[in-house]
């Protein structure tokens, strides 16, 4: 094989390489978006809401965090590992203040670092009506780390970096 012949074959084998990077990429970071969907999806509140079907929406986050999940929430007291049966708890004595919960995840910003390794930074959007009819409305900003296990992204580590009054559109 000439030399020219070569620097074709590495050259089309590194654009086969770097398109696969960037569609794998793509994917993963899809799959990540759309773990945090599922978790406001599953944290959000109906009015009217029983507690059994609270509880088992509450459950059914087990699927999105590790066995043992770090979390660094100052603002709720939080710098400790918790088992899921300890989050879980803290989601349902939370979630019983309000009786109705909206969230949502934007302002993604996320770094795959390894095959099943991300780093997430997230606006988390926050507005409830409490069981006393007020109003409210904030958001957190979250750095979290991920971990692919069995095929399934899954929240290792959360941290609250920042708590701001209100959610704004960008």
């Known amino acids: 094989m000439t030399p020219k012949k070569i620097v074709l074959a590495l050259?089309?084998?590194?654009?086969?390489?770097?398109?696969?990077?960037?569609?794998?990429?793509a994917d993963?970071?899809?799959?990540i978006k759309a773990l945090f969907d599922r978790v406001a999806a599953t944290i959000g509140k109906e009015a009217g809401e029983n507690a059994i079907a609270g509880m088992a929406k509450i459950k059914s986050l087990r699927l999105f965090f590790i066995e043992q999940c770090w979390v660094d929430a100052p603002v709720y007291r939080l710098n400790q590992a918790m088992t899921f049966d300890e989050i879980a708890a803290f989601v349902f004595k939370e979630r019983a203040a309000y009786k109705q919960i909206t969230m949502r995840f934007q302002r993604f910003l996320i770094d795959i670092k390894k095959q099943n390794e991300a780093m997430v930074n997230v606006a988390a959007g926050f507005a409830g009506k409490t069981t006393g009819g007020g109003r409210v409305e904030d958001v957190h900003q979250l750095s979290c780390r991920l971990l692919k296990k069995d095929g399934e992204w899954r929240i290792e580590q959360i941290q609250v970096v920042e708590v701001t009054d209100a959610f704004h559109n960008d």
């Open 11 to 25: 050259s089309g084998a590194l654009i086969i390489a770097l398109t696969a990077m960037f569609f794998f990429s």
């Open 28 to 31: 993963e970071k899809d799959d």
